[in-house]
């Protein structure tokens, strides 16, 4: 969201600071001796170039700053009163959630996205204390996400909550989307090896146990001798979803691609019959035929561990494997359980 400048010193401090719009719900300098110099400290480390506000506040120019904070049309702002409900609402705030009076906008709280923001915001301003760096998402009209940056939040002498923020909408997304193209392999969609190592971390620390599979696509070599690479890779898609299937239904589950024609999962059951189901159903023979080249079955052959905490995430990984190289050796398209050979 981007407003015209109509002060010519605003826009090269602006621009100079930040090289983006900002939007701001409420700033009222209305405050007492007390605050002032807090609050004012505040708003130069956030905004650093502004040293010309901060001036004329110091210098209880209060009236002048917010003159010239509205008249520049570079910020938003909103202030509420006590129950939530909006005292002074700029145009840019209404056009942001999608609506055209503050009359319909209602509490603002009916616009926070989670209620733990909401609740944050409301301990920190009813502490006296002040709210800064803080990441609140609000929603729009038609549910859209709003993502901001609160810098600064207050209460003022008269019991007005006033927060001040930074619009990172574009900047969120942008991380976003950086992080599926790290995260997910671009062929199979799958997590990459390093996302699958860092969710499974992250879930074994609450809640250890489950099972590890390792997976290898059998001869996978062959279909790409007949086949070709086009086949080789539709092949790798297509045995992907399969295994992705039966996950789909388990909470904390997860599937990775290892790297070239292997798998790896994480199934979070403690019960043998139901996981030996999904093993059945994974080393199933796949029909499969590319090109009208002629069909033929594609299968899988499957390491499984039974987590153990005694052991790294990377070694239980390691033990999948080792049983994985003993059933490929001997039948393939099956699966064997490490702790039938070596736990033993």
């Known amino acids: ?54 001036q004329q506040a110091k210098a209880k120019k209060y009236s002048e700053v917010i003159s010239m904070i509205k008249d520049s049309e570079t910020f938003e702002y909103l202030k509420v009163d006590s129950n939530s409900n909006p005292l002074d609402v700029s145009k840019g705030v209404l056009e942001a959630i999608d609506i055209k009076d503050k009359l319909e906008m209602g509490p603002i709280t009916n616009w926070y996205k989670n209620p733990e923001d909401q609740n944050r915001v409301k301990s920190i301003l009813q502490s ?63 997590l990459t090896r390093n996302a699958f190592l860092n969710r499974v971390s992250s879930r074994l620390k609450e809640n250890p146990g489950g099972y590890l599979l390792f997976i ?36 904390g589950s997860h599937l990775g691609r290892y790297g070239g024609d292997e798998f790896i999962a994480y199934v979070p059951l403690d019960s043998y019959d139901d ?20 069909e033929r079955n594609i299968t899988t052959s499957i390491g499984v561990r039974k987590y153990t905490s005694l052991k790294s995430l990377e070694e239980n990984i390691d033990d999948a494997n080792k049983i994985l190289f003993k059933i490929k050796r001997d039948t393939k398209n099956g699966y064997l359980f490490y702790e039938n050979f070596f736990d033993s």
């Open 275 to 294: 996981i030996d189901g999904i093993l059945s159903y994974m080393t199933t023979p796949l029909p499969f035929n590319y090109d009208s080249l002629g």
């Open 128 to 190: 006296g204390n002040l709210l800064s760096d803080m990441t609140v998402t609000f929603l729009k009209k038609n549910g859209d996400e709003i993502h901001t940056n609160v810098l600064l939040g207050f209460v003022d002498d008269m019991g007005h909550a006033n927060i001040f923020v930074k619009d990172i909408t574009k900047t969120v997304k942008e991380q976003e989307e950086l992080s599926k193209r790290l995260d997910y392999d671009s062929q199979t969609n799958l």
């Open 216 to 251: 290898d696509f059998d001869d996978f070599k062959s279909i790409n001798e007949k086949y070709g690479h086009g086949g080789g890779d539709f092949a790798l898609v297509s045995m992907a979803e399969k295994l992705q299937e039966p996950l789909l239904s388990i909470p």
């Open 1 to 54: 969201m981007s407003f015209p400048y109509r002060h010519k010193g605003l826009q090269r401090i602006i621009r100079n600071t930040f090289g983006v719009s900002l939007f701001y719900y409420g700033i009222d300098f209305s405050l007492d001796t007390t605050l002032s110099h807090t609050l004012l400290d505040n708003v130069l480390v956030s905004f650093g170039s502004l040293s010309y506000f901060y």
